[in-house]
């Protein structure tokens, strides 16, 4: 079966733009985590969003946001961009929430200039 | 005050030898306790997993061992291959479900 789908896998941004960001999730997955990864900080969580819900939410400005739709697709949107957004940003998707093993896409490289 | 420590930071081990990361944590809720591998230009996958009433899980050449009253668990490569470099991370599940990462461990195989 399709594994988790990221779109796009490269965006360069400037900065003060904004920038949305898609999730597809494995088929029958409800759950999806988004987590932004860079060389300083490692894996940080963003937020996970199971039907339709915001469920938790990572120590992340405002600037960060995202939703899902009712076919558990999802997307994350950062407003007003910075230098230091400049990240891979992970989506995993899980069954429901709290299901063991997330299946991670392999992310969009998001460069802010 | 949920915080995981990882080490080393990297490792550099002989194909055929034995790969140790290590994970220590605080937070006694903890009730998962998975380690995910990750290659360059992918996202991190599960690799093996370990619940809290269990001491050690083995999975082909990849054991967990669990020890609770220390507050670790560590993750064995036994014969390691080259194929095995990557970076590894553990990520105990918290409250809310919510995996805690650590900060990884870039794993070399050298042939």
């Known amino acids: 079966k399709a594994g988790v789908t990221q779109t796009p896998r490269y965006l360069i941004k400037t900065r003060g733009q904004q920038v949305t960001l898609s999730c597809s999730p494995i088929s029958g997955h409800r759950s999806v985590s988004w987590y932004q990864q860079t060389p300083g900080q490692g894996l940080q969580f963003l937020f996970e969003y199971f039907s339709e819900t915001q469920r938790n939410k990572g120590n992340f400005p405002g600037r960060f946001s995202g939703r899902q739709f009712s076919n558990s697709r999802s997307e994350m949107n950062v407003s007003t961009l910075e230098l230091g957004d400049s990240a891979l940003y992970l989506c995993a998707s899980s069954l429901t929430q709290g299901s063991e093993g997330y299946t991670f896409g392999s992310g969009t490289r998001l460069t802010v200039v | 005050q949920q915080q995981v420590k990882q080490s080393p930071q990297s490792l550099i081990v002989q194909k055929g030898g034995i790969s140790i990361i290590n994970c220590a944590y605080e937070?006694?809720?903890?009730?998962?306790f998975p380690w995910y591998q990750q290659f360059p230009g992918k996202g991190p996958a599960l690799l093996i997993a370990?619940?809290?009433d269990v001491s050690e899980k083995k999975e082909g050449r990849f054991t967990i061992s669990f020890n609770k009253s220390a507050k670790q668990f560590s993750l064995h490569i036994m014969d390691s291959q080259p194929g095995d470099s990557a970076t590894y991370f553990c990520a105990p599940r918290g409250s809310n479900y919510q995996l805690i990462w650590g900060a990884g461990t870039k794993l070399i195989i050298k042939p």
């Open positions: 370990i619940r809290p």
């Open positions: 937070n006694t809720a903890f009730d998962y």
